[in-house]
């Protein structure tokens, strides 16, 4: 253990491989999808439809997060979530994860248990085993955590970016830009104020939560930003109701929504009265100066929210029972036209990402 | 482009990562089992015999390899042959390959179309589609591969570590120390002699073979270090024969048999005079101090061989009809005793790692 250290406990330079496994391990319950659980030479998870879905995502310090703004336990959270909404978003459940952690061995062993505890327990929130993984060295200064998701599709046909079809409408669940905005809070020199009060999951009521704060809504931005979240269930039913396309939104509406109309052959016109009703709103209105809360609903990452197309008259756009939330049309799938780009707000090209021309 | 380095052509940071992927795609080939390729949320694999295998290993540059030793290619194949033995060791075949590449913006974009190619090239050997992946950014200096690799059982039952039975014969499929000393020339400083000649797959024959020069020994053993092979058919047939325990050799013959025999609560005690003829010969004697040949024979790691317990009548053990080699009988599997370590050679402890005693 280095001596100007020893308050932090061991570094993971102290311990050997198995050593830190075993204080790790306990952490990962095995769900009853694992047929040979971690510690062979490779996990065996059931199947059962016959067919598994994949992914992989990874974060690396300084670049996908940084240690004065996430904890560790917040850092694998957000793995977590980031995997797992790319197993959602084709209408899949999520049956077990495979984490790796690359670091250099001066990284407190406590950074590693803290790490996972969060990765397990957004799991735990997402019902999906952690089968394997792998621990490496790395150079001084870098961590790297990386995770592998694999789901089930339990029958049903995966939902593609590529199915959108013209008439259909273009709907999201969960929020739009609260990670961004968290961002760009922290961005400006925000310091955390803490766990988020209410409960930061949007309600399924028609409209946005009331009584915000400035303190309260800056608080549930940055915890989006710091611990985003996505709903498997809601995936699941969109493809159970017909979702004709699906994607989480990892990079921002207007660019996850470009990838359906490219992958689609159609362009999609977002509805700027709709964007402004359900998504310009609190808390984002709180916190936010005005041009700043549209582009961030227009072009925030990481949010990991869903957005998929439906047929306009699908029930599932009226339902209001879905506890995680309800979807929202936030526009519609129009013919591509090479005169417009393949995503417009109210027929418009989409200028840019300064969004002045919203600021009055 | 930085103009210092303009005859490398782009760097990452030159790119963006559709230009990466358009430069990369081509090389993955999509193998029937993939029922929705790369380019999607999530690709989607048929899992036919309803479950999966799956494993993931990382490599780190300066930890892993080094660029002086490795070309991207070589790194490429070596990763992936890491994954898919892991795979091969639960008697599965390997279906789909994830592969990410985390790299500071300065590394030239080459690099990763080389690694890429040393991917493809190696997925084509185990017949593997590579059906995802994930690239990121990274700290100066850092580059890190990353492979997860999911695998089909086809209704046979995993060959776990834990199913070794006092009475069994342990054997390995493959090479013995090869890597271990390949890496050792290196370290002396040896320079990279090129492609070897003979073939480097160890031949079925009764005899090693004969022939080796210096030269082609410390060729074939470098070789052997930059891109080890391991057999996923044979892995496939050990399990089909009976196999009772099984794994890939990464840490070397000692450790690895003492995983097996802490999982199955047996020992092993491996046999002296076979490893002596069979093992600790050409091309390892050619190269190396003997003393260094059977230090790499019982501790060299990254072998990725396949080492299995099997009943002692296994006709398998008296098979030479396998093209990638046959199994040869090491040791053999004897109740545990508290009075002696894990892992012994004819019948004592193996001290130490400096294999001293061997030299005369």
Redesign the interface.
């Known amino acids: 253990m280095s001596e100007a250290h020893a308050e932090d406990g061991p570094r993971l330079r102290d311990l050997s491989e198995e050593d830190l496994l075993d204080r790790i391990f306990p952490y990962f319950v095995q769900r009853e999808d694992v ?2 659980p971690p ?10 439809s ?15 997060w940084r240690d004065e703004w996430s904890t560790p336990a917040e850092v694998g959270s957000k793995l977590v979530t980031q995997n797992v ?3 959602a ?2 209408g ?1 459940r999520p049956t ?1 994860l ?1 984490v ?1 952690l ?1 670091a250099h061995g001066d990284l407190p062993a406590r950074w590693a248990e803290e790490f996972s505890l969060g990765v397990a327990s957004q799991a735990e929130r997402y019902d999906v085993s952690v ?4 621990l ?4 001084d ?2 961590v ?1 955590v ?1 995770i ?4 089930d ?1 339990e029958g049903r046909d ?1 939902v ?3 199915g959108a079809r013209v008439g259909d409408v273009l709907a999201v669940h969960g929020s739009l830009g609260w990670s961004g905005a968290g961002w760009w809070l922290y961005a400006q020199g925000g310091t955390d104020p803490g766990p988020p009060e209410p409960c930061p999951v949007r309600p399924a009521e028609a409209e946005p939560p009331t009584g915000w704060t400035e303190q309260s809504a800056r608080s549930v931005l940055m915890w989006s930003h710091r611990t985003p979240v996505t709903s498997v269930s809601s995936g699941v039913v969109a493809s159970l109701a017909g979702a004709t396309a ?3 939104l990892s990079d921002g509406l207007v660019r996850d929504a470009g990838r359906i109309a490219r ?1 689609s052959g159609v362009g999609i016109d977002l509805d700027r009265a709709s964007l402004e009703r359900d998504f310009v709103a609190p808390p984002l209105t709180d916190a936010l100066p005005l041009d700043v809360a549209w582009t961030q609903v227009l072009t925030g990452g990481e949010e990991h929210s869903l957005v998929a197309t439906f047929p306009a008259d699908s029930p599932l756009l009226r339902d209001q029972s879905d506890p995680d939330g309800r979807w929202w049309v936030v526009g519609r799938v129009v013919e591509a036209d090479d005169a417009r780009p393949r995503v417009t707000l109210d027929g418009e090209a989409i200028q840019g990402q300064g969004w002045d021309h919203f600021a009055g």
């Open positions: 047929l040979v510690g062979d030479d490779a996990a065996v998870l059931r199947a059962a016959g067919s598994v879905v994949a992914t992989t995502d990874t974060m690396v310090l300084g670049h996908d909404a790319d197993i978003a084709m899949a077990g495979l790796t690359a089968v394997g993984g792998d490496s060295g790395a150079p200064g870098v790297m990386s592998t998701a694999l789901g599709l995966p593609l970016r590529s699906m994607m989480d992958a």
